[in-house]
């Protein structure tokens, strides 16, 4: 288990209202990431970071936004959700930055 | 248009049989590919790799075979179990990038029968 925990597991939310999921690791490692998982498209990176305060923009990150201001924290914000938005999100970790992933459960959100 | 494809949306196996998951990919710059796999409710977690500098890796039940000219790989598991029953993304990337520039593939979803 790698000390990954993503809050919350599952959420519903209306369109147009804010949302942020936590990821928390207990590893220190510096590289997290926030994937979206949606059927025919796999896993598709929102955004990440390389260390606190050290965030880029990933394939899909329009209508997202992270903050990283602890090493063991990344928060993902969708700032007005949208049906769009719906999906499984999924944070993951590596040691470092070209080793492979470990993923957190997920978290399943919905915007009605 | 998607880099690295699957084919394959879903696969059933009987149990004791070989299970084979296809992975095409369209950039030839691609060095390195990863199988994950993932239990509902859950994560994905890391399966396999291979570089490019190989055309096999062995892990147990778990064989990937790389044929680089035609952009494919392939993972062979045998003998398949019940609990191998998952979907498995094929993900794929340039050695010297960050993991950041991995493209994962849409998944195949594996049911082994008992």
């Known amino acids: 288990d790698a000390g990954i925990t993503q809050s919350p597991r599952h959420k519903v939310t209306e369109t147009g209202t804010p949302v942020t999921l936590r990821c928390h690791q207990t590893?220190?490692?510096?590289?997290m990431y926030w994937y979206r998982q949606d059927p025919g498209h796999g896993l598709r990176l929102i955004h990440y970071?390389?260390?606190?305060?050290?965030?880029d923009k990933g394939e899909v990150s329009d209508g997202y936004s992270v903050s990283r201001s602890k090493t063991e924290d990344f928060l993902l914000t969708l700032e007005s959700a949208t049906s769009s938005q719906t999906s499984v999100y999924f944070c993951?970790?590596?040691?470092?930055?070209?080793?492979?992933?470990?993923f957190g459960q997920g978290t399943r959100l919905t915007v009605v | 248009d998607q880099q690295v494809k699957q084919n394959s949306p879903s696969l059933s196996v009987q149990e004791g049989r070989i299970s084979i998951l296809n992975c095409d990919y369209t950039n030839s710059m691609f060095d390195y590919f990863l199988w994950y796999k993932k239990y509902p409710a859950e994560g994905p977690t890391f399966l396999i790799s291979?570089?490019?500098?190989?055309d096999k890796n062995e892990d147990g039940r778990f064989t990937v075979f790389l044929n680089k000219s035609a952009k494919h790989l392939s993972l062979h598991i045998v003998p398949s179990q019940p609990g191998d029953s998952a979907v498995y993304f094929c993900a794929a990337r340039k050695m010297k990038t960050s993991y950041d520039k991995v493209i994962f593939g849409p998944g195949t979803s594996l049911s082994v029968i008992p």
């Open positions: 993951a970790i590596t040691r470092g930055p070209g080793t492979e992933a470990f």
């Open positions: 970071s390389y260390g606190v305060k050290d965030t």
């Open positions: 590893e220190n490692h510096r590289y």
């Open positions: 291979i570089s490019s500098i190989k």
